[in-house]
């Protein structure tokens, strides 16, 4: 079984900017949730998503949104980029709710220059 | 009340030593307690998890002692060897939750 994919692996980014994390779970998997990773703040939860619908958002600027299609498959858009927006973006899926086992993918690296 | 406070933030230990890693909570009703493991360049991944009904599960080298009194939660790894050296990182959800809540993480570093 395949397991969660993250694309692209690296962004390089200016201020102001906009930017889009694209996420693919296990199949099969339909909770979908966005963390942010820093070495300051460790791992903050961003949202999370199940059939296609929020269900769960962290404390995060509007900035920061996400979507889910039907096929599981999730994105997360981070508008007018700021320098402390430079963090690994990891997305993770499980089964059902984001608090079954949840299986990380390596993470897409976000450069905010 | 929604933290989960890890100590210590970096550990080095040599191998075949004892590494154990601490986190504090506060609210009571969390009811699952996993670990997770995060190799560089990796995300990261479930080691073991502990709900409150026990005061300790065994996997391996690797054990969760629970102390629901206390409300603290340990990881320790005996054996430790040097492919153990990664960042681990505590957690806890609530019973209705749809989100788990991590520790900030522990970098462990197995001298050779």
């Known amino acids: 079984k395949a397991g969660v994919t993250q694309t692209p692996r690296y962004l390089i980014k200016t201020r102001g900017q906009q930017v889009t994390l694209s996420c693919s779970p296990i199949?099969?998997?339909?909770?979908v949730s966005w963390y942010q990773q820093t070495p300051g703040q460790g791992l903050q939860f961003l949202f999370e998503?199940?059939?296609?619908?929020?269900?769960n958002k962290g404390n995060f600027p509007g900035r920061f949104s996400g979507r889910q299609f039907s096929n599981s498959r999730s994105e997360m858009n981070v508008s007018t980029l700021e320098l402390g927006d430079s963090a690994l973006y990891l997305c993770a899926s499980s089964l059902f709710t984001g608090k079954d086992e949840q299986f990380f993918g390596p993470g897409t690296r976000l450069t905010v220059l | 009340q929604q933290q989960v406070k890890q100590s210590p933030q970096s550990l080095i230990v040599q191998k075949g030593g004892i590494s154990i890693i601490n986190c504090a909570y506060e609210?009571?009703?969390?009811?699952?307690f996993p670990w997770y493991q995060q190799f560089p360049g990796k995300g990261p991944a479930l080691l073991i998890a502990i709900r409150p009904d026990v005061s300790e599960k065994k996997e391996g080298r690797f054990t969760i002692s629970f102390n629901k009194s206390a409300k603290q939660f340990s990881l320790h790894i005996m054996d430790s060897q040097p492919g153990d050296s990664a960042t681990y990182f505590c957690?806890?959800?609530?019973?209705?939750?749809?989100?788990?809540?991590f520790g900030k993480g522990t970098r462990l570093h197995i001298l050779p």
């Open positions: 199949s099969g998997h339909r909770s």
């Open positions: 609210n009571t009703a969390f009811d699952y």
């Open positions: 998503y199940f059939s296609e619908t929020q269900r």
């Open positions: 957690a806890a959800s609530l019973p209705l939750g749809d989100k788990i809540i």
